[in-house]
């Protein structure tokens, strides 16, 4: 019986750690391969930057790597924008910047708060066609590939967490661009309307027009 109290006090002492919530994150093997693959590409360095020639450069930037849907994404698009080290996280979209208010006010969600750290699965969708989409065509799908979302949709990092200094000076450029263009209009409609009209976002204007 003492003994038994002993191990149950011992157990309240050094209590077995959950498995932390990033861990119980899984992603599909596939996914893993591609993810590896462009870190590995994006990683490689030169031997030797001395005697590092012009040619050789040209040739690694002239590198692609194709996705398993057929899409192909160039190296030399995507290595001012993107890193494979994953950086520290700092909010791109505080709640002190008015973005989130805003999309909020021009869709009439009266009844939701745009601080609330949960948001419609929508607003996901919209932060990559206006924000990501600005970028050039290969950022958005290497993001995907280096922070891929499980079976059920849940990333374990932000796609920004993956953009180099260039990378996040460019979405704060776009975010603030966002917002101007949003504080002028009076729905979401008119807002990307005259988003693509402003900065051309590459998203299919016709669709908003029927």
Known sequence: MKEQEEKQVASAQNPTPSVPYKERVEISEEAKQERLLLRG???QQPDDLVKE???RKQKREEEVIELLGGHKISISEI???ITATLQPYVPMF???VP???EIYRLNGWKGKNPNDYMKPTVVASWINEVIYGRFTKDVLPALRILNPASPFGIRV???FQYLTEEGQEKLIQYRDEAIAVMQTCSTWYE???KLFSVHGVPYQISLFEK
């Open 191 to 193: 807002f990307r309307k």
């Open 41 to 43: 590409m994006l990683l």
């Open 157 to 159: 990092h932000k796609h």
């Open 99 to 101: 973005f989130f208010s």
């Open 79 to 81: 290595n001012a924008a």
């Open 94 to 96: 505080p709640n002190s």
């Open 53 to 55: 020639s012009l040619l």
